[in-house]
């Protein structure tokens, strides 16, 4: 078991004698090099020789992966901002990890999007030079953008020497619009499903909300893992009632998730709203059949919320296998809520027509060097966060 020394000290570079932080880098390392062979390949190759999705699965692992990512991050924002803007003393022990943690993991949301662009650059470009206002997906990279550089500002001042009192007071105003950007990004996130006419799974405000909800969600959980893994599993008693308060957050919003997938697969089921009832019966008893009861609701819901009832949110150590289990079962989710929606071909399967349907339903399966760029993407996460672990003081001074 590793052991975390105490860092008191303001200075921002402080290395941390614990070897927790070591086996996560040469993970990330490991991971990199997986992911930089599969940019390689795509760059060559291109895409279609690369990726498994088709014209009838456009959308799938990188933007499952880059939706899991960038939702996380503004997660993370949201509590963060409850404690720099808002007071909450319980958020505002930890921030420095949160600000660090938000901005690496939005990062590594970046890596999926941008891989699963065609041609990144050429959209920055004319997205400057000719926005199309009107569509939501403009706006999500808008959201996003303003959200990273409100990350980095944030970072500039949570590591600033010499800090004043102006400081303090601007880290809560900007704190406070980390929050709102990034509870607005998220929510576009979620309309720019919402907005699709031609998908019924995915029309209408509800993922709009539960992103939201399991954003906050996620973010609690993985400062729950994280803060076990640099403490060895032994978490300070200082921080006992932050994770008890994080342990909450995380209890109330998979209740949140699980009342909104109730009356989300219901009103599918039952009021059949297009094809939004295929997207459903491919949950319940189709190809992500698995997903949904053992990723979706046994590893992302059933599970974590048991151990959290059980244990009243008190006990650390526990809080952390939860938040692990919560944080694998959220890929699932994230991976069925943006594939599941595809499923239901918008053609018939005629002859000539290359589509091609089982049971009624379009197959999508993740190609190796999908797999390859998803692993880049927590590599980038697991080797700037565990560097900065190991060579960045991220222990909050009181006063913060």
Known sequence: ?????????????????SK??????????????IGGYATLQVLFKGHEAVYGVTREVPWGLLISTYAYFVITSTGLAF?????????????SKVSKRIVV?????????????????GHPIRLMIYMILSPNLSAPIVWMGVFYGIELVILAIELYLVFK????????ETAKVVGFFALLVGVFATSNLGYVFGSLNARPFYHGIYFSTFLVISGITAGAALLMVIHNIIYGWNIPEKLNSTMNALGKIMGMGIALMAFLYLWKILSSIYTQPGDAYLSAMALIKGPLSKNFWIGELGLAVIIPFLIIVFTKAKNTKALGVAGII?????????????????LPPMRKALEGSGVEAVNGLVQ????AGEWMIFALGWGLFLFLYFMAEKFLNLETDEHH
């Open 1 to 17: 078991m590793a052991t975390h020394v105490e860092k008191t000290g303001s200075s921002l570079i402080q290395i941390n004698p």
């Open 20 to 33: 927790a932080p070591i086996p996560f880098i040469i993970l990330g390392l490991i991971l990199l090099a």
């Open 79 to 91: 509590i963060g901002g409850l404690g720099h803007a808002f007071g909450f003393e319980k958020y």
């Open 101 to 117: 943690m938000a901005f690496v993991i939005l990062l590594a949301g970046f890596t999926q999007i941008g891989m699963e662009i």
């Open 161 to 168: 020497p010499n800090q004043t009192a102006k400081d303090h």
């Open 326 to 342: 919560f944080m694998i079962g959220l890929f699932f989710t994230r991976y069925d809520f943006v594939v599941a929606g595809q």
């Open 364 to 367: 999508y399966s993740p190609s």
